[in-house]
């Protein structure tokens, strides 16, 4: 600790002649720089404009006790140290002001090496206190600087992940020109739908990552099967079934938040419980899930399908209507319908979805 620099001191006690006996006897020390003053309330006002280490204050004066003094240094800066002057002991009292976080007591008549001697070990518990709470602020700032560092690293990492991922679903799609960019449709639909229903940007970001890897899981499903035209067999269905599952295993090393994996593997449940893998019904449906269940359906009754013809948007969206608390939640299905007009007005410039996908109001995956 620094004892280079004269310490500051504040002696506050209605009695003249006891005031300025402290004041010269710790001046004369040479260690200390002391503003004495009879009244409290000046005392206190002085405090407040001026950096105080040690406060000697009468614990009887008009207008304030000891302990309301203590209590209003102790609001403004904990770690001033104050020493309380009585002229006789009053357990209750020396009590309350400990409590109240008095340093020490000095008992009338007192020697000055005794003052001298607190004065110093006040001091040093100032010190210690403050050079404490400075270093406790570093840590504090270089914790906050360290984790900044790491989540941004964490998200150049995510990226890398994800733009890995993406390509591998693009390539599924580019394969089948009925289904190519599909996913990032899903994504664009997905993100306009969420903004609309006022979700954060933390969800916004996993209900980015969800959708626009939805159909990962395709990557482990036979082309012959995605691409046949004719109904599928029982088998093949079953097949077909098992994709939330694997884009879902495929992504969990990745280390993504679970809520995305849960998008990925519930995207396909419904919400009267006839959906799969699970078979979950509505509450058990993760909601992000539940809204990339639904522009997924209307991307894929809007899109050349060899199965099935495609629908118009206002087609599609009556299709919505019509499972509405069978297939989908009723509540994001009429919101989703609502802003219909807002969320199919992006699907009109396919050079702009990756504004959409990758927008500037959140950070890209």
Request: hydrophobic content about 40%; proline content about 5%; charged content about 25%.
């Amino acid at each position: 600790m620094n004892f280079d620099s004269q310490a500051s001191v504040l002696v506050i006690d209605d009695d003249p002649h006891l005031l300025e006996l402290i004041r010269e006897q710790l001046s004369e020390s040479g260690e200390y720089q002391v503003v004495a003053l009879s009244d409290p309330k000046e005392g206190l006002a002085w405090l407040m404009d001026n950096q105080v280490e040690v406060v000697i204050s009468d614990i009887h004066m008009p207008g304030m006790s000891g302990i309301d003094l203590i209590d209003h240094i102790k609001l403004y800066n904990s770690s001033i140290q104050v020493i309380l002057i009585t002229g006789y002991p009053d357990n209750a009292y020396m009590r309350s002001a400990i409590k109240a976080g008095v340093f020490d007591f000095l008992r009338k008549p007192f020697p000055i090496t005794e003052l001298l001697v607190s004065v110093k070990q006040a001091r040093e518990k100032y010190l210690l206190l403050t050079q404490n709470l400075k270093y406790q602020t570093e840590l504090e700032l270089m914790v906050v600087e360290r984790t900044r560092q790491l989540h941004e690293a964490n998200l150049k990492l995510e990226s890398h992940y994800i733009n890995t991922l993406r390509a591998m679903v693009n390539a599924i799609e580019a394969k089948d020109v009925y289904t190519k960019g599909h996913s990032e449709r899903v994504t664009a639909l997905s993100m306009v739908l969420g903004k609309s229903m006022g979700l954060s940007e933390e969800e916004l970001r996993i209900l980015r990552l969800g959708s626009l890897l939805h159909d990962l899981g395709k990557i482990g499903v036979y082309k012959t099967v995605l691409d046949k035209a004719t109904s599928l067999s029982d088998a093949e269905y079953e097949l077909v079934r098992h994709h939330p599952l694997i884009g879902a295993r495929i992504i969990e090393p990745i280390g993504l938040p679970k809520e995305v994996g849960m998008v990925i593997l519930q995207h396909h449940e419904w919400y009267n419980g006839t959906g799969y893998p699970f078979g979950m019904v509505g509450p058990e449906i993760h909601p992000l899930a539940k809204i990339v269940a639904i522009t997924d359906a209307f991307d894929a009754m809007t899109s050349k399908r060899p199965y099935r013809p495609q629908l118009d948007y206002e087609q599609a969206a009556k299709e919505i209507e019509r499972q509405l608390e069978i297939q989908f939640d009723p509540n994001i299905g009429q919101t989703f319908c609502s802003n219909l007009q807002e969320l199919t007005a992006i699907l009109s410039n396919p050079n702009g979805l990756s504004d959409y996908v990758f927008g500037s109001d959140t950070q890209p995956a």
